[in-house]
């Protein structure tokens, strides 16, 4: 059934206490505990290097998992410790990538269409009556208004997800705002403890709630804490 991102796999960020076993591996059983399911990393961090000492630990990849290099340097992972990862900067180049996809929504989609009733809406419909109906006649719906036709016609530098479009009509600080977010967290999080965080809903309202819960865990969390990326499909 289609989501509000059918366009990217589920990504899941696994947290662990200070002092306990943060491998691939742990993370794997963590989530195929809680949501009975696969994943792969997601190599979604920027790897954090400080002043003078950066000079030296951006060569070396402990407290990193599955890091990638470039230049020789470790630039980007899919989970280590807190305080090597650089979520500050994971969160500024959403923020950046997301800013560019909703100004080419603003000048070639929302500048020469008129605003669409969001996929939401149509679903709504679908779950009120199935038999009246169906899901392909909810889909159908939503995909044939001439903003929805736009979008998926659009041919430029960005992929404008139609599902994304209650946040692209929210404007473009909340689009941004959710983007970042979603960088950070993704599309649930499990707790040191176990505790599955995920959105009520697909709303936006629910994802928006969700994400500001889950990036205030994750800033009270200390820097020796663990965190792992999973994507899983």
Not at 32 to 41: E, F, H, I, Q
Not at 95 to 100: F, G, I, K, M, T
């Amino acid at each position: 059934m289609p989501t509000n991102t059918p366009m990217t796999d589920r990504v899941v960020t696994v947290c662990f206490a200070p002092g306990t076993d943060a491998d691939w591996f742990s993370a794997s059983e963590v989530v195929n505990d809680r949501l009975n399911a696969n994943g792969t990393p997601a190599r979604r961090y920027h790897v954090r290097h400080r002043r003078l000492i950066g000079w030296f630990t951006r060569w070396f990849g402990y407290f990193l998992l599955d890091a990638v290099r470039r230049l020789g340097a470790y630039t980007l992972a899919a989970g280590g410790r807190k305080g090597r990862l650089d979520l500050n900067a994971t969160a500024v180049r959403a923020a950046n990538e997301a800013v560019a996809r909703w100004r080419a929504f603003s000048i070639h989609i929302a500048a020469t269409t008129r605003p669409a009733r969001t996929w939401e809406d149509f679903l709504a419909q679908h779950h009120a009556d199935p038999a009246k109906v169906s899901l392909n006649e909810a889909r159908r719906r939503f995909e044939q208004q001439p903003r929805v036709l736009a979008m998926l016609a659009y041919a430029g530098a960005h992929t404008l997800d139609p599902f994304e479009l209650a946040a692209y009509q929210a404007g473009e600080a909340t689009y941004v705002g959710l983007h970042w977010r979603i960088a950070l967290i993704g599309d649930a999080l499990i707790t040191t403890d176990g505790r599955l965080m995920e959105p009520a809903s697909d709303s936006l309202a629910d994802r928006l709630r969700f994400l500001n819960d889950a990036c205030g865990y994750l800033r009270r969390l200390r820097s020796d804490a663990r965190l792992c990326a999973v994507a899983i499909a």
